[in-house]
């Protein structure tokens, strides 16, 4: 017999969320008895997280993943509109850079002087600035989101975690397809692909493409539209297979946009520039602005990458991956958001060229999986900040180059004790070494040597259920001042975490779940320094939380997917110089930056089959992301403080008879809620600064495959 609609209401009012989520779905299982588990049981995911094929369900750590059917269908081309789909993700920018914070652990310092916490890749190629994480990620086969630090398998500056963007590969038979859209402020986008064989052992593939659309703020006393999209991009790749066990994957991509994306927006009165220049304009509208200098930004990224994978043996393979990114950016805007002249920001410029080399060596026997690796990594940055000042003329508010250079070796191992019960070990030893010139001089370098262990253990409960617990650690580099010729220290991060994989009712069920804390040592903490600096100071911290992610296809129509993070996080040591209040504040206690208590987000997809001569289905998918209140600067002032908010997505995809064909209509952010992306003080203005989140956006794309 069906329960009652007030019995399933009296389970949900008596269990927690995710106790509710698993008794509708026992509730509702009746429906769906006529129909074959196997027509719509959810499809094993592989993912390379571990640097080695694994299903993402048997890996002892918190992975999720989006495909690139979903990732095109769900409208997401970006980090930050990833963030709703991924538990305990979230982003937040300033002009070009990203801050993507995982669990609480990300980047606070805007200056550029700091390296992200969040490791990114493409193809297996790390991206070592913030400024590239929020590039145009096209062709993708899916997206994999590893959370916790991973010091192990990645190294450096991943305490967060990583993100890895896999390209798709090429085909063996010739397929090719184009994409057109039209979006709202005057937007449109094209794009394409080819793919098949040059010959019998030669494949490529191409895709290249073209998005523009107005810009979201408006400087109100020159009509300009900033925050804009003005961007074109391409991929050239080949997989040449002199055997069946020697692969070869050669790829190159570029990305150049002329937006101009950077700004200041006042979140309270510029009091200082009402003293020093009064008469100005000024507004605390969102996403407006005033400006008396120019809005301008150009950027260009080269990636190349090389991927060797030759099967030595059954038993035992090697994979070398050697990449190579070419990363410029330069940016100009008003720096004080009024009509007077006050600061403007004139062709700052920032630059990454990096080289590097990794190895793996990896196999398994009937009771041991392992992996030795050896990894290189060198990078030239510089960095030159200059300003235009009433009070002072023209300035340079920072100019610093750094090399780096850095190598490691490692190993990651999973030994099954018994049938059931497997431990897993890695550990890598890091060395680094930094030389910095801090205005043309040659003023101080530094070496550090790091052990990063792992442990864990993993049981299966039964076929469909395991559980793990594991400990590692993790390092982020530490870097040079931009306003003096002092050091700053790197972060060390020792977290623990316990979690359970499951599947039920045929397949149809996935939930995993995990539960972790964190000790966090010398957390890199940004304060600003007039007239146009920042220092950077170190700070100790504690955080815990719990994740939640259900899967559940109801039937062969209707499938559903849950997330849920809960997070609970503080400063355990922080004493920070507050220019705001000309204090010294002791901060002990107070919750980590992008950290909110907890998340939520529900998707819907109701498959509507059609099975006629023109057209195959029809899906229609809803999506609503839920975001407790948070903070975006270490002191939790009232003007940089985000209230809880929700919003809401919807599209509609009519899918053609045998793929040739795909309509999407969408809109994004239903209610049009406004967020802040980031905020702080900035003394020289004697106000608080921000960006807001982009507003409500509508579109249609067509996309036909020949």
Do not use: C
């Amino acid at each position: 017999m069906y329960k009652s609609t007030l019995e399933v209401e009296k389970y949900k009012s008596r269990f927690s969320v995710m106790a509710s989520t698993a008794v509708l779905a026992a509730v509702l299982t009746p429906v769906t008895e006529h129909v074959s588990a196997a027509d719509f049981m959810i499809e094993e995911v592989v993912v390379t997280a571990t640097k080695r094929e694994q299903s993402i369900q048997d890996i002892p750590a918190s992975v999720s993943q989006v495909s690139g059917s979903d990732l095109e269908a769900r409208g997401i081309g970006d980090i930050e509109n990833l963030s709703a789909q991924i538990p305990n993700l979230q982003f937040g920018k300033l002009g070009d850079t990203a801050f993507i914070t995982i669990r609480g652990i990300g980047t606070t310092v805007d200056s550029g002087v700091a390296e992200p916490a969040v490791a990114s890749y493409v193809d297996g190629v790390f991206l070592p600035r913030a400024t590239m994480s929020a590039l145009r990620q096209v062709d993708l086969d899916r997206v994999e989101v590893l959370r916790g630090p991973q010091g192990t398998l990645y190294g450096r500056n991943a305490t967060g975690g990583s993100i890895s963007f896999v390209s798709r590969a090429p085909t063996e038979e010739f397929e090719a397809g184009i994409r057109v859209g039209l979006k709202d402020r005057d937007g449109y986008a094209v794009s394409g692909f080819a793919s098949g064989p040059l010959s019998d052992k030669v494949l490529y593939r191409v895709s290249l493409g073209q998005e523009s659309q107005d810009g979201y703020v408006d400087v109100v006393n020159t009509g300009q539209d900033i925050v804009e999209t003005d961007v074109k991009y391409g991929r050239v790749a080949l997989q040449i297979n002199p055997s069946d066990e020697l692969m070869i994957d050669l790829s190159a991509q570029h990305e150049a946009s002329d937006a101009a994306v950077g700004l200041q927006q006042l979140l309270s009165p510029a009091v200082l520039v009402d003293f020093f220049a009064p008469g100005n304009n000024q507004t605390l509208k969102p996403n407006k602005t005033y400006g008396d200098g120019d809005f301008s930004g150009d950027a260009e990224t080269t990636i190349v990458s090389a991927r060797v994978n030759w099967d030595i043996s059954d038993s035992v393979s090697l994979r070398s991956v050697t990449g190579y990114v070419d990363h410029d950016i330069v940016a100009s805007f008003d720096a004080d958001a009024t009509d007077a002249f006050y600061s403007d920001l004139i062709d700052s410029a920032r630059s990454s060229e990096s080289f590097s080399q990794e190895f793996n060596l990896y196999g398994e026997t009937e009771k041991l999986s392992w992996l030795l690796g050896a990894y290189y990594f060198q990078e030239t940055f510089s960095l030159v900040l200059p300003v235009d000042l009433l009070l002072a003329g023209s300035v340079i508010a920072g100019d610093l180059k750094e090399e780096t250079e850095s190598y490691a070796f490692f190993t990651d191992l999973t030994y099954s004790l018994t049938d059931r019960l497997r431990v897993n070990a890695g550990l890598r030893y890091n060395v680094e070494e930094k030389e910095f010139e801090f205005f043309g001089v040659n003023d101080s370098e530094f070496e550090t040597d790091d052990l990063l262990p792992k442990l864990g253990l993993q049981y299966d409960l039964t076929n469909d259920i395991n559980i793990y617990a594991h400990w590692q650690q993790g390092i982020k580099s530490g870097g040079h001042q931009l306003s003096s010729s002092d050091l700053f220290k790197g972060e060390e991060l020792d977290a623990y975490e316990v979690g359970v994989k499951s599947q039920a009712m045929d397949g149809r069920l996935t939930v995993n779940a995990a539960a972790f804390y964190y000790d966090y040592t010398d957390l890199q903490a940004t304060a600003t320094i007039p007239p146009a600096t920042t220092l950077v100071e170190n700070a100790d911290a504690e955080v815990m939380g719990a994740e939640l992610e259900v899967v559940y296809n109801l039937n062969e129509a209707l499938s559903f997917n849950v997330g849920l993070s809960f997070l609970d996080s503080e400063y355990s040591d922080f004493t920070y110089n507050d220019l705001y209040s000309s204090q010294t504040l002791d901060l002990e206690g107070e919750e980590l930056i992008r950290a909110p208590a907890y998340t939520a987000s529900v998707g819907a997809e109701w498959v509507i089959p059609v099975d006629g001569d023109v057209l195959d289905d029809i899906r229609l998918r809803a999506e609503i992301y839920h975001s407790d209140d948070y903070k975006l600067a270490f002191v939790d002032y009232d003007e940089t403080h985000q209230s809880s908010y929700t919003t809401a997505n919807a599209s509609i995809v009519f899918n053609g008879v045998s793929e040739q064909f795909q309509v999407r209509a969408y809109v994004n952010n239903i209610t049009d809620e406004l967020y802040l992306n980031n905020g702080s003080y900035l003394a020289s203005l004697g106000g608080f600064i921000g960006q807001y989140s982009e507003p409500r956006t509508y579109g249609v794309s067509l996309a036909y495959n020949f």
